[in-house]
T-cell receptor, first 108, second 116 residues
Framework: AQRVTQPEKLLSVFKGAPVELKCNYS??????LFWYVQYSRQRLQLLLR??SRESIKGFTADLNKGETSFHLKKPFAQEEDSAMYYC??????????FGTGTRLKVLA | GAVVSQHPSRVICKSGTSVKIECRSL??????MFWYRQFPKQSLMLMAT?????????EQGVEKDKFLINHASLTLSTLTVTSAHPEDSSFYIC????????????FGDGTRLSIL
């Protein structure tokens, strides 16, 4: 079965603390994974994709095929990182399966 | 670049009305467009995938006669919710993808549909 799991609905951290948003996937093919972010009252925006292996706004994510994970990490959270984060898996004809999302709250 | 415009952003109408939502790619050719539905505090659920010039592919459980999708050009797809009822009230989001398979999906702002 094709599935994306984000186990945490809400993650609260203090400013300056490290952040890790978890994402696990289930897919028999070669996975293509993304992280999208949705700031308050804004559209979904692409944050990261695993094939780019880049860091955006201080966030990184590494695909671990052994653990079928694609966790999103940032060493020092900032208040402006507060948003809804969705992990997505591209399957078949380039359609995405989204996780249920994790709301990140960065506290001052 | 890669802007997707969705219109209207909000619709409130009476039960039984048909509602059309437009999704436009402003600066690229969208060979594939996707329509999602998002319930409050839940994830995006893919409703259908449409390729320019061909019939949409609907996900299991989505009524194609209820949610009519047209993708007549490389920059425009429309979703028509026919004879809408209160249970159709939701947040509908479109996304678009170009022929360049290296490019990800780009999302519109979404349309909040409220059926009274």
């Amino acid at each position: 079965a094709q599935r994306v799991t984000q186990p945490e609905k809400l993650l609260s951290v203090f400013k300056g603390a490290p952040v890790e948003l978890k994402c696990n996937y289930s897919y028999s093919g070669s996975p293509e994974l993304f992280w999208y972010v949705q700031y308050s009252r804004q559209r979904l925006q692409l944050l990261l994709r695993h094939i780019s292996r880049e860091s955006i706004k201080g966030f990184t994510a590494d695909l671990n095929k052994g653990e079928t994970s694609f966790h999103l990490k940032k060493p020092f959270a900032q208040e402006e990182d507060s948003a809804m984060y969705y992990c997505a898996l591209s399957v078949g004809t380039y359609k995405y399966i989204f996780g249920t999302g994790t709301r990140l709250k960065v506290l001052a | 670049g890669a802007v997707v415009s969705q219109h209207p952003s909000r619709v409130i109408c009476k039960s039984g009305t048909s509602v059309k939502i437009e999704c436009r790619s402003l600066d690229f050719q969208a060979t594939t467009m996707f329509w999602y539905r998002q319930f409050p505090k839940q994830s995006l659920m893919l409703m259908a995938t449409s390729n320019e010039g061909s019939k949409a592919t609907y996900e299991q459980g989505v009524e194609k006669d209820k949610f009519l999708i047209n993708h007549a050009s490389l920059t425009l797809s429309t979703l028509t919710v026919t004879s809408a009822h209160p249970e159709d009230s939701s947040f509908y989001i479109c996304s678009a993808r170009s022929r360049d398979y290296n490019q990800p999906q780009h999302f519109g702002d979404g349309t909040r549909l409220s059926i009274l």
